[in-house]
């Protein structure tokens, strides 16, 4: 009759674990309060119906009840001890004390063996479960390998010893998460397809029982993400994603409900950081919020579920998908995760997500605090207790970078300085091949930051080798940043030195790390380092390029977007000189204004960016009689203030405020302006080493600002040193620089200043020849062809020269077309009209003195009176019009001569645009 009722009772047990009827566990509680009621495994039994409970319904009074009658034992009693792991175990899930674990291991070790009758789950495998779950927990919250092999062998065990087939399902779907485990710690293929075998038996085994497939659907479910993460197999995310929704669908294990929908959601975000679905990362956000509502309150994976958050939150920001609100949670979310997961395993990777949010929130709201703390955060990481050494390299690096990053943010030297006696820990250590190429990585940033600020030739030659060292490493994660700093301190020396295959070797290095997927950052280097070619070459397929990727670097980057934004407004700055189009004039003004607001009041890459902008100031006031003269001297200003006294940076921004005061005096007429551009050029000269670039523009506009200075003073001595300044400058261009057009052309102007005031000893020769290199270097630069021809024809007007004259200013006329002809909006178009609009008079004075008539005619109308040439004959052009009644036509030419020939006896050199060295 006993054995009869027992086996009723292990009936009932089975049952209910294939089919999760309650009413089975009703009668299981019958039996064992009544005709069972004195056998020996009744007293564990009670609770033990409990903790089923507790697992089908989530009801906490069912598993405060199983914890009353251990606790009541004071944990002793013999009868319930085998019961202790498993309620310790639940106990440990939902209120976070991990010392559970520790008292469930010494509990589950001291009896796991040794076979009873009753319940299947006095079974020796279930309780060699149970002792290698413990294990396996305390593994993931404390990563002692020790445990994880432990959990392994007691796991083997147990499934090797389990005779029910449930029990058997179960135990294999233990044993494949614990290799599951093994594999993640070890990297080996084999450990994962191994366990993706033995969660497909159990799963077989287990049929559709709905208490415990849930949890290996689930577990199975993780397994393919591992192996979609090594194969990109798409069909694995797909499948992982459909079995953790059956899995949080089945509502059969209520405590489990949490941790079925957040494997639900990173399954999602697995696949979206594949296929790039935003709907996927949406729902994974929204299953993580799920799971940690229904977290409980005390489970020691409430860090990990925060950090689930944090990072879905800001790879929403990042990918542009999100709001600032994305950045807000990431950081309500990483702080917790940081604060409570402190001794966790993943704690580090818990801080890093949070200093990328707080370096994401500074960047919107400028709040230093948010630097400063994530300064804290990546500092307390490197000081945490218990830290292996192993890893310290790689947090002192980490710390390193946040200090370099809080430098480029707020500008304060002593970051710097910090971060490069953080990495001087390092001294004498062994380092892995990677470890090594990370610290120096982080050492070459730090003295290619120090150098911008300083001068100091030293940092950059230990900055290039150590970026040189740094790629040593290997490919890996971070190669192309460690490539980026090597490239930008190869273009700092040539930008120091002049040395070309500086450039071509920054150029080339960049270009080839640069793929399909590449990142904005690298883009954008790669454009400013083809702009920077098309200045010295003057090839307009580098331009193109850089343009094209500029734009392409920009797209929907949120981080770079004021250093990016810079890049390609100087991109488009260069272009207009070529091809002056105004609506590209306009979007750098409008991309210098958004990068300005951007960028903090105490970054140190704030002078260059007003530098820039300045300059692009000064163009829209040259060609558009804007008022914007004043507000380029005020960005010059500034960017003077800022820019360190020893700075690399500084001569270029000394160079450009003297441009920008050149104009003013040209404008004002304040000797003060004048004198000033003067010792600005002559400072930027005695900052700048022998072979920089940048020497050869400042030098160009010394020579025109000393030309003004001459014109005033109507010395001949001063109009000498002015033609040996361009001379100077001329000596440093070689091949078609697009500076070299209007080089030549303010050269031949200061010749031809000086031969009509001196006469001998100057030759016209030598101003015509000067004239004609500077045509021929103009063609294909639309801005400067206007003015180089524009001058040449003024002055061979003025000396009589009419054919050559006539050639000049039809040049000019067709380069005023060709400008004209490239405006996309009527205004624009206007501008140009506007803009040396006595060209076209001074070729129709031209071609009537060299008897031209018909010519004449169509040059001062565009081509639109050219058949009424054939009526003019020898008597004056206006009488002609009007016999022919043109009476406007002929108006228009009066005035046009009236005003040529105020021109031609004014004597006075047109003022000439000055350079813009120094753009960063």
């Known amino acids: 009759m006993l054995a009869d009722l027992v086996a009723e009772l292990r009936s009932a047990e089975r049952t209910f674990l294939y089919t999760g009827n309650v ?9 064992i309060g009544g005709d069972l009621a004195d056998v020996p495994f009744a007293a564990p039994t009670r609770p033990w119906l409990s903790l089923l409970r507790y697992d089908r319904t989530g009801k906490e009074a069912h598993l405060d009840a199983a914890i009353g009658v251990l ?47 009753g319940p299947l789950w006095l079974d020796p495998a279930w309780r060699l479960m149970d002792l290698s779950r413990a294990r396996l927990e305390r593994y993931r919250l404390g990563a002692d390998e020790a445990d994880l092999r432990h959990a392994v062998d007691t796991a083997r065990r147990a499934a090797k010893n389990a005779g029910e087939r449930i029990v058997r399902a179960m135990c294999l779907g233990h044993l494949a998460l614990c290799e599951q485990e093994l594999y993640l710690a070890s990297g080996t293929r084999s450990l994962l397809d191994r366990a ?81 679905d935003p709907a996927d990362l949406d729902e994974a956000l929204r299953r993580w919020n799920e799971a940690m509502d229904m977290l409980p309150a005390g489970s020691p994976y409430r860090p990990a579920f925060h950090d689930r958050l944090a990072y879905g939150f800001l790879t929403r920001w990042e990918h542009g998908h999100g709001t600032e609100a994305d950045v807000e949670l990431a950081v309500s979310h990483g702080r917790p995760a940081v604060r409570e997961g402190a001794s966790r395993p993943e704690a580090l990777v818990y801080r890093n997500h949070l200093t990328q949010a707080l370096s994401h929130r500074w960047r919107i709201g400028r709040a230093p605090a948010d630097l400063d703390e994530a300064v804290t955060v990546v500092a307390g990481a490197v000081e945490a207790p218990g830290n292996a050494q192993a890893l310290l390299p790689d947090l002192l690096a980490n710390l390193a970078h946040t200090l370099l990053n809080r430098y480029e943010a707020l500008g304060d030297p002593e970051d710097i300085e910090a971060a490069l006696q953080v990495m001087h820990r390092l001294n004498g250590r062994d380092l892995r091949q990677a470890q090594r190429a990370t610290c120096t990585a982080a050492v070459a940033r730090a003295l290619t930051l120090r150098y911008e600020a300083a001068g100091s030739p030293a940092d950059l030659a230990a900055g290039i080798a150590a970026a040189r060292r740094s790629l040593a490493g290997g490919p890996d994660i971070t190669g192309d940043a460690r490539l980026s700093w090597l490239v930008r301190l190869v273009h700092l020396r040539y930008l120091r030195y002049g040395r070309r295959r500086d450039l071509d070797l920054a150029i080339r290095s ?31 397929a580098d331009q193109a390029e850089a343009l094209s990727l500029g734009r392409r670097a920009l797209q929907g980057n949120v981080s770079e977007s004021a250093h990016l934004g810079n890049n390609l407004a100087a991109a488009l700055h260069d272009r207009f000189h070529s091809e002056g189009r105004w609506d590209e004039l306009e979007e750098a003004v409008a991309h210098h204004r958004e990068a300005l607001a951007l960028e903090a009041a105490t970054s140190p890459r704030l002078p260059t960016m007003l530098n820039n902008f300045g300059g692009v100031l000064q163009d829209v006031y040259l060609y558009s009689e804007d008022a914007g003269l004043d507000e380029a001297i005020d960005a ?70 000393l030309h003004l200075r001459a014109m005033a003073s109507g010395r001949r001595a001063d109009h000498d040193r002015v033609v040996d300044v361009f001379r100077s400058a001329l000596r440093r261009v070689r091949g078609p620089r697009p500076v070299r057009a209007i080089l030549l052309s303010n ?22 020849g000067a004239y004609r290199k500077a045509a021929a270097a ?4 639309g801005v400067m062809r206007l003015h180089t021809m524009t001058a040449f024809g003024t002055w061979t007007a003025r000396r009589g020269l009419w054919p050559l004259a006539v050639e000049a200013c039809h040049a000019a006329v067709e380069a005023r077309r060709a400008l004209f002809g490239v405006q996309r ?66 108006a228009r030419y009066e005035r046009a001569v009236a005003r040529l020939a105020r021109a031609l006896t004014a004597r006075a050199v047109e003022a000439t645009r000055p350079g813009l060295p120094g753009r960063a």
Not at 229 to 246: S, V, Y
Not at 517 to 534: I, K, P, Q, T
């Open 747 to 768: 050269y031949a102007q200061a010749l031809a200043e000086r031969h009509d005031r001196f006469g001998h000893p100057y030759r016209r020769a030598e101003v015509l």
């Open 778 to 781: 103009s063609q294909g630069q």
């Open 636 to 705: 010059h200003r500034r960017a003077v203030e800022l820019c360190p006294a020893a700075s690399p940076h500084r001569p270029g921004c000394l160079a450009t405020l003297g441009a920008a005061l050149q104009l003013r005096f040209e404008r004002d007429r304040r000797p003060a302006d004048l004198n000033r551009a003067v010792d600005l050029y002559e400072q930027a000269l005695e900052a700048l080493d022998a072979g920089a670039p940048d020497r050869t523009m400042v030098l160009a506009n010394l020579a025109s600002v």
């Open 196 to 276: 993706i075998r033995r969660y497909e038996r159990a799963l077989a085994m287990a049929g559709t029982s709905p208490v415990v497939r849930p949890m290996l659907l689930t577990e199975y479910g993780t397994a393919l993400q591992d192996r979609f993460a090594e194969d990109q197999d798409l069909a694995d995310a797909d499948c992982a994603i459909t079995l953790a929704r059956e899995a949080a669908q089945a509502q059969a294990c209520r405590p489990d409900l949490a941790c079925h929908w957040v494997n639900h959601g990173t399954a999602l975000m697995t696949r979206y950081e594949s296929t790039g």
């Open 71 to 117: 606790e009541a034992s004071s944990w002793s009693d013999p009868r319930l001890i085998p019961l202790a792991a498993a309620v310790l175990l639940r106990r440990c899930a939902r209120d976070g004390d991990v010392t559970d674990l520790d008292h469930a291991i010494e509990a589950g070790s001291e009896h796991a063996c040794g076979a009873q009758a």
């Open 23 to 31: 009413e089975l566990l009703d009668r299981a509680e019958t039996l």
């Open 510 to 540: 960049m270009a080839t790390a640069i793929g399909d997927e590449a990142g904005a950052d690298n883009l954008g280097n790669l454009a400013a380092l083809l702009s920077e070619r098309y200045e010295r070459d003057g090839d307009p």
């Open 825 to 890: 909006e009527r205004a624009h178009q206007t501008s140009w009209l506007r803009w040396g609009e006595d060209v076209n008079a001074a070729e129709a004075v031209a071609r009537i003195r060299c008897g031209m008539p018909g010519k004449a005619v169509a040059a001062l109308d565009g081509g639109r009176a050219l058949g009424l040439s054939e009526a003019l004959e020898t008597r004056t052009l206006p009488d002609r019009l009007r016999a022919q009644g043109h009476d406007e036509l002929a």
